[in-house]
């Protein structure tokens, strides 16, 4: 099992970094790189064995049109350095080195499939590919409400080093078979994934519940497609499901008390019970919970 981290922001605020509207994550990168740095490395520290890059929030959204035009390359170079002076802190002994996975984040807005803007892609996107590459071993397109979102990036990015795809469910209502924010259901996102050439499929920022059938039916779909390549995984946060007019990050959600670390542990055994390979944490999952999963994939470390 790869051990992913957990979420950036609450941990930032645990150690009292700078955090709040409009920039959220990225405040931090301004004005206490240090405090990025160390969340990183109490994530190694906990267990973690990919850690994501803090480029979520390098997005107009967050930093305004001018500021972005200005400073996003900067600030994804920033982001970049940092996991990786973070990796090269850690000791020595303490087995494989961790990989870095450069988070490219819905570029429009999170959960709105409806924001986004073709046109505008790269626009938005080469900054953060431009300043992350030379820092890190995958690419995470993470929090994706729609396929057009991760078949826009694709072509973009400079080589072949993985690309893993990860998308968010819809979780404020039961359906009757898992589907993106978008609607789409999980099943043809896989289709597409596979004619995308992806590393690994993967579901986060959504309820934890609704994940295990999303898995179930991943892979379901991938052995139809007789592809057993392509990794699956998870990584959920710990809201209140969310409705379809809610915006991530648009403020400091309320986060879900009865999931304890050893709670999400349990939810996260029946994810790799159906067939998920990575897991980690997403929003308001810290790094006890990611401890907790390492102990219980890895009790020999």
Avoid at 157 to 164: E, K, N
Avoid at 240 to 268: C, I, S
């Amino acid at each position: 099992m790869t051990i992913l981290d957990g979420g950036m922001s609450r941990e930032l605020m645990r150690l009292n970094a700078p955090f709040r509207q409009p920039e959220w994550s990225a405040l931090s990168l301004y004005e206490a790189p240090s405090a990025v740095q160390q969340v990183h490395e109490d994530f190694i520290a906990s267990g973690a064995m990919v850690i994501t890059t803090n480029s979520y929030a390098i997005v107009p959204f967050h930093l305004g049109d001018e500021r972005f035009a200005r400073d996003a390359q900067m600030l994804a170079e920033r982001a970049g350095s940092l996991a990786r002076a973070a990796v090269q802190n850690r000791p020595s002994d303490k087995g494989a080195v961790p990989k870095i996975a450069g988070s490219l984040p819905p570029l429009f807005g999170s959960y709105r499939p409806d924001l986004f803007q073709a046109d505008k892609v790269a626009e938005v996107a080469m900054p953060l590919i431009a300043g992350l590459s030379p820092y890190v071993d995958l690419w995470l397109c993470e929090t994706q409400s729609a396929i057009v979102e991760p078949q826009s990036i694709k072509p973009l990015l400079p080589d072949d080093r993985p690309f893993w795809v990860s998308f968010t469910l819809q979780d404020d209502k039961p359906t009757t078979e898992p589907a993106l924010r978008s609607g789409e259901s999980v099943a043809s996102a896989v289709v597409a994934m596979v004619s995308l050439g992806v590393d690994a499929i993967l579901f986060n920022c959504c309820q934890p519940e609704v994940i295990e059938q999303a898995l179930i039916v991943a892979r379901q779909t991938l052995d139809k497609l007789n592809n057993h390549s392509i990794k699956t995984g998870a990584y959920s946060n710990a809201f209140a499901p969310q409705p379809k007019d809610a915006t991530a990050n648009d403020g400091l959600d309320e986060v879900r008390q009865d999931l304890t670390p050893d709670a999400y542990t349990q939810l996260a055994t029946r994810w790799a019970a159906a067939g998920a390979e990575i897991i980690g944490g997403c929003c308001g999952i810290g790094i006890h919970h990611i401890a907790a999963l390492s102990k219980h994939f890895h009790p020999n470390g």
